[in-house]
């Protein structure tokens, strides 16, 4: 079954920091690729997603992310990180088109010092 | 609000016990997915319906789980006899089948369950 990593658990940076949060996963065919973020107190929303075409995708409020196939991964990245950003970042993958059922890795929690 | 409601928000009960939960939908999706959280783990999948059929169920939904969607609008999950590993944050989404090669589900803010 497909699986996605997340290996940084718990992240903290100072304003204006660069920033970048690794996800791998574990599939060999066909993936379409999202970052999720979960800002304290709220909902689960897409923060960006890679379906096919330019590796490198843009998401909200500055957030970037490249699709790197050879190494399986679909790393988040920001150049300069506001104290607003801290939440909780979950990637996640589907493979199985048709139901697109989400499998999320276990999540990255960033915390922003001001 | 028109996004995805659930409730209740936070339910505290005794293992053994029955609890339900209710997801609202955005009215315009034909999609609904139950999600479960646990502390340090990211959703985990547990079922969805199109529209009031229910296609996928995963093995983590055992025999003391159910879930309806009885018109195709709200759904429920009801959990039978509590016991404390159900403890969880359970995520209620929605989405267009039109929209969902996007992948974009629209989550609600969840119902915690604490089973003591």
């Known amino acids: 079954a497909q699986s996605v990593s997340q290996h940084n658990h718990h992240v903290i940076l100072s304003e204006a920091a660069s920033l970048e949060l690794g996800c791998n996963y574990s599939?060999?065919?066909?993936?379409?690729l999202f970052w999720y973020v979960q800002y304290p107190g709220q909902h689960l929303q897409l923060l960006l997603k890679?379906?096919?075409?330019?590796?490198l995708v843009k998401g909200i409020k500055g957030f970037e992310a490249e699709f790197i196939k050879s190494k399986f991964s679909f790393n988040l990245r920001k150049p300069s990180v506001q104290w607003s950003d801290t939440a909780e970042y979950f990637c996640?993958?589907?493979?199985?088109?048709?139901?697109?059922?989400?499998?999320f890795g276990t999540g990255t929690r960033l915390t922003i010092i001001p | 609000d028109t996004g995805v409601s659930q409730d209740p928000r936070h339910k505290i009960t005794k293992r053994g016990q029955n609890v339900t939960f209710r997801c609202d939908p955005i009215s315009e999706h034909n999609r609904l997915y139950w999600y479960r959280q646990t502390l340090g783990q990211g959703p985990e999948f547990l079922t969805y319906f199109q529209n009031e059929a229910q296609l996928e169920k995963s093995r983590l939904l055992s025999d003391r789980f159910s879930a309806e969607r009885p018109k195709g609008s709200f759904s429920t999950l009801e959990i039978q006899r509590t016991e404390q590993g159900d403890s969880a944050m359970y995520l209620c989404a929605s989405s267009s089948a039109g929209q969902l090669n996007t992948g974009e589900l629209f989550f609600g803010e969840g119902s915690r369950l604490t089973v003591l």
């Open positions: 599939y060999g065919g066909t993936v379409n």
């Open positions: 996640a993958v589907i493979t199985s088109f048709g139901n697109e059922k989400l499998t």
């Open positions: 890679y379906f096919s075409g330019d590796p």
